[in-house]
């Protein structure tokens, strides 16, 4: 079982910044992959971007060259830097952890944090 705790959420003006982090705790194990998602209003959720252990890293072509996500895997932790934040960024941020089993991969998500950006 794993748990994810996310923080960093909040108001702030188009083209400011916000820093989102993201803990994973419990019985987990040799973690490779964790990643960002949002659900912005009226839309379903959509990837943002991933990071693996090896520090490669993907990004929606939405926040590629805005959003930078990192990692810390002695702390099992994972960030997401948004820089130039438009309206349209403003959404519920979820992070996630896929696991792998025998037979398919599990996900893990955080409870959400929102992120509102004003015009």
């Known amino acids: 079982q794993a748990q994810l705790g996310e923080s960093g959420g909040g108001v702030v003006q188009a083209g400011g910044s916000l820093r989102l982090s993201c803990a994973a705790s419990?019985?987990?194990?040799?973690?490779?992959?964790m990643g960002w998602y949002r659900q912005r209003p009226g839309k379903e959720r959509e990837w943002v971007a991933t990071?693996?252990?090896?520090?490669?890293?993907n990004y929606a072509d939405s926040v590629k060259g805005r959003f930078t996500i990192s990692r810390d895997n002695a702390k099992n932790t994972v960030y997401l830097k948004m820089n130039s934040l438009k309206p349209e960024d403003t959404a519920v941020y979820y992070c996630?952890?896929?696991?792998?089993?025998?037979?398919?991969?599990?996900?893990?998500w955080g409870q959400g944090t929102q992120v509102t950006v004003s015009s």
């Open positions: 996630n952890l896929p696991v792998p089993g025998p037979y398919s991969t599990y996900d893990y």
């Open positions: 419990g019985t987990i194990f040799n973690i490779n992959v």
């Open positions: 990071s693996t252990s090896g520090g490669r890293t």
